[in-house]
């Protein structure tokens, strides 16, 4: 990952710091809460390529689920960089003004409300996207939240539930006046799923709209485009999902063409191959055995995606049972091809 560096004159604003309620991020590039993805390993290693920021799985606001092992994992933030921010969801106040609470007793520093997520058994409960149907009670969970904790409360949504009902303004209105510190946007709604191009226009309108932060999401998979899209819509700061599985090394690619106005070269072979072994050996130590070994299945897939060879190795990779083989086949694979 070399380039030669040629420094700009002026620090570009993804570089600089951000404040969201009094809390100082020390730059504009986020880690998008991804359910199966975000988890600890995965936001500590994004950090450790330069990202600002990175928001934890999503937790159902349901006290009856808070002791479950898989919330239990969602709710681990040990060694990871501050300030932590953990993401909750929820159609009822008092659960949402609760569950805000538990995170906050668990040590997080921000609390993030889901209105985004698109997931047909989240939206079957009237929660994350679905929300946006009912701007009454979108306004009832906020203030039920903001209320509940003395840490920053921040929102993640999108451009509205359905095309042609776009809402997001008044979302964002309606926000604002809870006292949310910031609000991340999809640019979609929940009938785009993820299919399409994600639009920035309404984005733009919000920033203009509002005082609070405005984070844009949606599509960012290049250094050139982050720094478009946050030219296009004035964004305080810019979110990126999809476009990091298997590519953690993007935060720190952005941050090389914000200073240098050129493109960090592509990892190496070699380079790659020490990541994924780096974030393997951080999965088996949070999961364990069983599940360390199941859930590095598909970093795996993502990391290899495009390599030599990759299709009769990921066949063998999904073979292996246990960690200790699971490690081998993957050296061993990176090693033939570097």
């Known amino acids: 990952m070399q380039a030669h560096s040629k420094p700009l004159e002026n620090q570009h604003i993804l570089l600089q710091p951000l404040s969201i ?29 330069g990202a600002g920021h990175a928001v934890s799985e999503m937790i159902i606001a349901d006290t009856a689920l808070y ?32 569950a805000a609470q538990f995170q906050v007793d668990n040590g997080a520093q ?14 079957r409960k009237l929660a994350g996207s679905a929300l946006l149907q009912d701007e009454d009670l979108v306004k009832r969970l906020l203030d ?20 042609g009902q776009e809402n997001i303004l008044n979302i964002a209105q309606i926000a604002e006046q809870s006292g949310v510190a910031a609000i991340a946007i999809h640019g979609r709604t929940r009938e785009d799923f993820y ?14 709209s509002v005082k609070i932060p405005v984070i844009v999401n ?24 999809r476009a990091a599985q298997g590519k953690p090394w993007l935060f720190q690619q952005i941050i090389h063409f914000a200073k240098t106005g050129e493109l960090l070269a592509p990892p190496t072979v070699g380079e790659i191959h020490e990541v994924v072994l780096r974030h ?59």
């Open 280 to 338: 393997l050996d951080e999965l088996y130590r949070f999961y364990g055995e069983y599940s360390g070994c199941r859930i590095a299945r598909k970093h795996i897939a993502w990391y290899t995606g495009g390599l030599p060879n990759s299709n009769a190795f990921r066949d063998a990779m999904y073979a292996c049972e246990t960690t200790k083989e699971q490690f081998t086949v993957v050296d061993e694979f990176f090693k033939t091809i570097s």
């Open 144 to 163: 039920s939240a903001v209320s509940a904790v003395d840490v920053p409360v921040t929102l993640k949504t999108r451009l509205g539930f359905a095309n």
């Open 110 to 123: 921000i609390v993030d409300i889901n209105m985004g997520c698109p997931a047909k058994k989240v939206c």
């Open 195 to 208: 299919t399409g191009q994600a639009r920035y226009e309404l984005i733009q309108q919000v920033k203009q």
């Open 21 to 49: 309620g009094g809390l100082q991020i020390q730059n504009r590039l986020f880690v998008a809460p991804m359910a199966g993805v975000t988890d600890n390993p995965f936001r500590r290693l994004c950090k450790s390529f």
């Open 218 to 241: 949606g599509d960012i998979d290049s250094p050139q485009k982050a720094l478009d899209v946050q030219a296009q819509t004035g964004a305080d700061a810019v979110m990126i999902g």
């Open 67 to 98: 002791a479950r092992k898989k919330s239990l994992y969602r709710a681990n933030f040990d060694g990871e960089i501050a300030p932590i921010s953990a993401q909750i969801a929820g159609a009822e106040p008092d659960k949402l003004a609760q």
